[in-house]
Nanobody, 127 residues
Framework: RLQLVESGGGSVQAGGSLRLSCAASGYTSGSYCMGWFRQGPGKERERVAAIYTEGGTPYYGDSVKGRFTISRDIAKNTVSLQMKDLKPEDTDMYYC????????????????????WGQGTQVTVSS
């Protein structure tokens, strides 16, 4: 059974940085997309960034372009999200997600396209 476990959330002041990590276990082969989504109370789950395990250009939401960087370590089955220049509006619960894929374009899917989810990690940015 595939599991995703996030780590690295926390509280930071505006302008600061945080790094989130997600470890996937129970999945041993094939290509897939791993992404980060975020969601606040009463809001839809928003795609933050996604990356294809076979390479290609990562995808970013407009609100985080230039500030967040997603990376992967295939050997360790992990994906990380380096967040810098954080803003109060980045405050949300952040979720790691995975979907099986055969081409990188699948990674731009919204939350409905992802089948596996972590439990979430809270990011709080104070002004």
């Amino acid at each position: 059974r595939l599991q995703l476990v996030e780590s690295g959330g926390g509280s930071v002041q505006a302008g600061g940085s945080l790094r989130l990590s997600c470890a996937a276990s129970g999945y041993t082969s094939g290509s897939y997309c791993m992404g980060w989504f975020r969601q606040g109370p009463g809001k839809e789950r928003e795609r933050v960034a996604a990356i294809y395990t076979e390479g290609g250009t990562p995808y970013y939401g407009d609100s985080v372009k230039g500030r967040f960087t997603i990376s992967r370590d295939i050997a360790k089955n992990t994906v990380s999200l380096q967040m810098k220049d954080l803003k109060p509006e980045d405050t949300d619960m952040y979720y790691c997600a995975l979907r099986l894929a055969t081409f990188s374009g699948s990674c731009v899917s919204d939350a409905r396209g992802y089948s596996y989810w972590g439990q979430g990690t809270q990011v709080t940015v104070s002004s």
